[in-house]
Every structure is written in structure tokens, then in C-alpha cells.
């Protein structure tokens, strides 16, 4: 009899003993998918930054290639009507 308390009395401390080992492991669980929802969070705002960033960036080339393209339809055919004109270019002035 003495021995089946004895072993009861292990099991016991065995049960209590995983049941804190289950208690700090879903505790640290918590934190971990908190810790992980924080994560997330910051790289989608960080995401959103960056595809910003790409936009802000692919409109100033746009934004370029549009001011050279003018320019240098511009400039062409000012440089070509100088000189055709004229046929001295630049030794008028």
C-alpha cells in the first residue's frame, strides 16, 4: 500500500511539474506570436515604404526621360534651323 502512495505521490509531482513545463512553454508561445505579429507589422510598413519609394522613383525617371526627350526634340530642331538658315552657324553673332 505504502509503495502505491509512494508511486502516486510521483506521478503527481511528474504531472505538476509538466503541467508548469506546459504552462512556461504556452507563455513563451504568447510572446513569440506577439513578437512575430510585431515583425510583421514593422516589414509591411516597411514594404509600403519601399514601394513608395519605387514609385517616387519611376516617376522622377519618367519625369526625366520626359524633359529629354523635349529637350532634345528641341534642340535638334533649333540646332538644324540655325544652321540651315544661315549655313555659318554660330559666326553671325
Do not use: C, H, P
Not at 513563451?28 to 510585431?38: D, G, I, N, W
Amino acid at each position: 500500500m505504502q509503495t502505491l502512495l509512494v508511486e502516486v505521490q510521483g506521478l503527481r509531482r511528474g504531472f505538476e511539474r509538466t503541467s508548469e513545463e506546459l504552462k512556461s512553454a504556452r507563455k513563451e508561445l504568447r510572446t513569440l506570436r506577439e513578437s512575430a505579429e510585431v515583425l510583421l507589422k514593422e516589414a509591411e510598413w516597411r514594404k509600403a515604404q519601399v514601394e513608395a519609394y519605387i514609385e517616387y522613383l519611376e516617376e522622377e525617371a519618367a519625369a526625366e526621360n520626359d524633359e529629354e526627350y523635349e529637350g532634345s526634340s528641341g534642340e535638334e530642331s533649333e540646332g538644324e534651323d540655325s544652321e540651315d538658315s544661315d549655313g555659318e552657324g554660330e559666326e553671325e553673332v
